[in-house]
């Protein structure tokens, strides 16, 4: 069986910056992986991604949120992760199920029994072995997210969640914390705050500490 390494975090953390960067780190390692993200990661994902992530659709329930992050978890799992993890290859996966905890449940206020209720009848008995949280105010999330988007001409595409209110991000950051602390064995809290490469090193510390575990030679 492979390692399935999930990064989360607000907007802006650095989840796709520094998912690559394991990348770099489990290639000098020879260590088979692949990299994929949630929503998306299959042809059907990237279409749910698109009605979830464009700025028009403001109008969508939360209902109906909640059974399209599904949807494109359960598309993704039995396309690709499952896949990669039975043939012993690492997977990278940018946000998973605890992002639509934090972001549904705890920014948004959805009942969290339904969301988890969801989770285990779609996707029993599954969880990551290594979630990485990179963790950052909402402020210096939100900057470098609005920075990005807008270099990448992005705004349309991407911006439903960048267009919320501060403190949106505010309860999505607690709650991922939250969610951490309920977990403590499965989660490592990095700070976002400093630099790319401090991040990076904290990171390949923790994915170091999960290899040995699982008794990979590294
Ligand atoms: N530690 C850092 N210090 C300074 N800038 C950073 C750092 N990490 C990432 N950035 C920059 O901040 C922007 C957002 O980073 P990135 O896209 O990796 O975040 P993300 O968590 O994937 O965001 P999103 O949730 O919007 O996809 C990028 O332009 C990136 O280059
Ligand atoms: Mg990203």
Known sequence: MGLFIVFEGIEGCGKTTQI????????????PFIITREPGGT????????????????DIIPLTELLLYTAS???HLQQIINPALSSGTIVLCDRFFDATVAYQGYGE???LPLIEKVHSMFLPG???DLT??????AELGLNRSRRRIRLEGKEQAEGRFED???TFHERVRAGYLQLARREPERFRIVDAGLSVDEVH?????????KLREKGYAV
Do not use: H
């Open 20 to 31: 690559s960067r394991a990348g770099d780190f489990l290639k000098q390692q020879n260590l």
């Open 43 to 58: 042809p059907i994902g990237d279409e749910i991604r698109k009605i979830l992530l464009s700025s028009k659709n403001t």
């Open 73 to 75: 978890k359960v598309q």
């Open 109 to 111: 206020g959805m009942l």
């Open 126 to 128: 599954l969880a990551p």
């Open 132 to 137: 990485i949280l990179l963790d950052c105010s």
């Open 164 to 166: 919320k209110e501060l």
């Open 201 to 209: 090193e904290k990171i390949c510390s923790c994915i170091t500490e």
